[in-house]
């Protein structure tokens, strides 16, 4: 399963999957999240633990900046 979302959405699932929840409006940790990474996590139902398998990879986007 593959989504594709804003570093908002990404950091909200991370917190639900680690248990810290927000306390009104804010989230007490914020996850330094590049622009164009991803993060991986596994699901293992035979133990019901999440994994946090790779976190702000962005390995694949080339960061090649053009100069005159």
């Known amino acids: ?3 594709v979302s ?12 680690i248990g810290v929840l ?3 409006r804010t989230l007490p940790i914020e996850f330094a999240l590049e622009p164009g990474c991803y993060a ?3 699901y293992r139902s035979d133990t019901g633990r999440w ?3 790779t ?3 962005h ?8 100069t005159d």
């Not at 908002?8 to 999957?17: D, E």
């Not at 390995?59 to 053009?66: D, E, G, L, P, Q």
């Open 1 to 3: 399963l593959l989504i």
């Open 40 to 42: 991986k996590v596994r």
């Open 51 to 53: 994994s946090l398998v």
């Open 6 to 17: 804003h570093g908002n959405i990404i950091n909200a699932a991370l917190h639900l999957i």
């Open 22 to 24: 927000p306390s009104g």
């Open 59 to 66: 390995a694949f986007v080339n960061h090649t900046i053009a």
């Open 55 to 57: 976190f702000n990879d």
